[in-house]
């Protein structure tokens, strides 16, 4: 009685096939995944950190602006907590400052008697 083998040649080709056939679905489904995140599905708020101090050795105290309101928050490993929310701005939220001149810097370190 003879048997036929088990690992074909054509066997072996289905199966890889049907493995890169999986692997191609799973890469496609996380690049697609990766490209509607960053679009951002839903509207988002802006959310910036304006400032924040530490008040104890793992605790700090955070202010938050987020959505035209300003959010204090108390932090600590494990927690969150909403200390008070601002209805309005508590601080005025400043802007980047602008760069300095560079030439005027390098006049000012130069000393006034150098001829170079």
Do not use: K
């Not at 999986?22 to 490209?35: D, E, P, S």
Request: glycine share 12%; charged share 15%; with cysteine.
């Amino acid at each position: 009685m003879s048997s036929a083998p088990l690992f074909t040649a054509g066997y072996l080709f289905q199966v890889l096939g049907s493995l890169l056939l999986v692997f191609a679905c799973i890469v496609g489904l996380m690049y697609l995944l990766r490209r509607v995140t960053r679009l951002g599905g839903s509207g988002e708020v802006p959310l910036r950190v304006l400032g924040s101090a530490s008040v104890g050795n793992r605790e700090r105290v955070v202010l938050l602006s987020a959505g035209g309101e300003h959010i204090l928050l108390g932090v600590a490993p494990g927690s969150v907590r909403t200390l008070h929310v601002f209805p309005e701005p508590v601080v005025a939220e400043q802007t980047a400052p602008a760069p300095a001149d560079f030439s005027r810097i390098l006049q000012a370190l130069r000393a006034p008697g150098s001829g170079r």
